[in-house]
């Protein structure tokens, strides 16, 4: 019997054995519910040719070649990444509507014998609860931002409390990029629809009567923008700020983008997107710095004339209560250790009544 669901909360969601989207490659790269896995029942290509069959020729004949496509492609699934699946097996399906795809992949699970679950409205669905969750009725957090000028170990530091047992949103993993000109990471970033799915599911994760602790950034991440509600609450968050001198920052920052400091190519193009408020000649000599591999001096250089100052104008502008500072001196894993120890002990007293 095919059962029928619209709960896409995090406890449903892993009650399955699987979550199945069955649409093609390219849907499924744009956006998809977090830990889903890819078996399209039509790939790119012959989703196209379809389409342009059921326009310009005839909806028999697309429904026909589509539905012989659809049954090749589901006996393969069945015969690859479903092989080891025993009688026990229970996933959750869904394609962009939940109709004639998942509807397809559902049926033939069912004759199979597999408790299958299909997801109503398919993607569409979760599409909505994430623009719920993160638009219409933006999620009340008690947020903390950890602040400071760049290079002082916030992203690093962020990820040592939760052996603390501190609550935190990784908004720079969720959007994959450090969140500054030099930020790229390999892969790249996820779709502004992907990147939304992702911190949708990270606060549909989190318990909302505790602190939650945010790295602070601008209203985007790299490309990607942090939805205005919660950009709104990080704006009047409680923070703490970091600071350690402008050495050990440099050096901090050489060793966190060490593959841009090994690629020559990539540093220059970084380098000749700086705002041009700065002289060409400051650019062209920091363009020659890296060139001679001055990588340690030219990132305090960067600090010193660009991101210092820039951090300086924003903090000047925010008018955000201040919990306390936490200096750090040589930024080394111990000196972080103890940063994050600090760290936890005032979101802990924040924690209290």
């Not at 709960?7 to 649409?23: H, M």
């Not at 939650?212 to 509600?229: I, K, L």
């Not at 000599?285 to 060139?291: F, G, I, K, P, Y």
Request: glycine fraction near 8%; aromatic fraction near 6%; charged fraction near 25%.
């Amino acid at each position: 019997m095919i059962r029928r669901t619209t709960d896409l909360g995090p406890a449903a969601r892993e009650a399955f054995d699987a979550i199945i989207d069955v649409r093609s490659p390219a849907e499924f790269a744009e956006d998809h519910i977090p830990g889903a896995i890819n078996l399209p029942v039509l790939d790119d290509a012959q989703r196209a040719m379809v389409g342009t069959t059921y326009i310009q020729t005839s909806k028999f004949l697309a429904r026909r070649a589509g539905a012989a496509m659809v049954a090749r492609n589901i006996a393969d699934h069945l015969e690859g990444a479903l092989a080891d699946r025993d009688g026990s097996f229970q996933p959750l399906v869904y394609c962009w509507r939940g109709g004639q795809r998942s509807g397809a992949m559902v049926t033939v699970m069912d004759q199979v014998g597999w408790p299958v679950t299909l997801l109503e409205g398919g993607y569409q669905t979760w599409r909505r609860q994430v623009v719920a969750g993160l638009y219409d009725a933006p999620p009340t957090l008690r947020i903390v931002l950890i602040d400071g000028p760049t290079g002082c170990g916030k992203t690093e530091i962020l990820k040592r409390l939760s052996a603390h047992g501190i609550q935190t949103l990784d908004l720079e993993g969720l959007a994959n990029h450090r969140g500054s000109l030099f930020g790229a990471m390999p892969g790249g970033q996820p779709s502004q629809k992907a990147f939304e799915s992702r911190l949708f599911d990270a606060i549909q994760r989190l318990d909302p009567t505790r602190p939650v602790v945010v790295e602070a950034e601008s209203s985007r991440v790299g490309e990607r923008t942090v939805p205005p509600g919660l950009w709104a609450a990080m704006g009047t968050a409680r923070v703490i700020t970091l600071s350690a001198p402008l050495a050990a920052r440099a050096r901090h920052i050489v060793e966190t983008y060490i593959e841009i400091a090994a690629d020559p190519d990539r540093l220059d193009r970084a380098l000749s997107r700086l705002p041009r408020h700065h002289a060409k000649a400051t650019i062209t000599e920091w363009r020659a710095m890296a060139t001679r591999g001055e990588i340690e001096p030219l990132a305090a250089r960067l600090m010193e004339a660009h991101y210092d100052p820039a951090y300086a104008r924003t903090s000047d502008r925010r008018d955000r209560t201040a919990l306390g500072t936490v200096a750090l001196t040589t930024l080394d894993a111990d000196d972080q250790t103890r940063a994050a120890a600090a760290i936890a002990g005032m979101v802990g007293e924040e924690s209290r009544p």
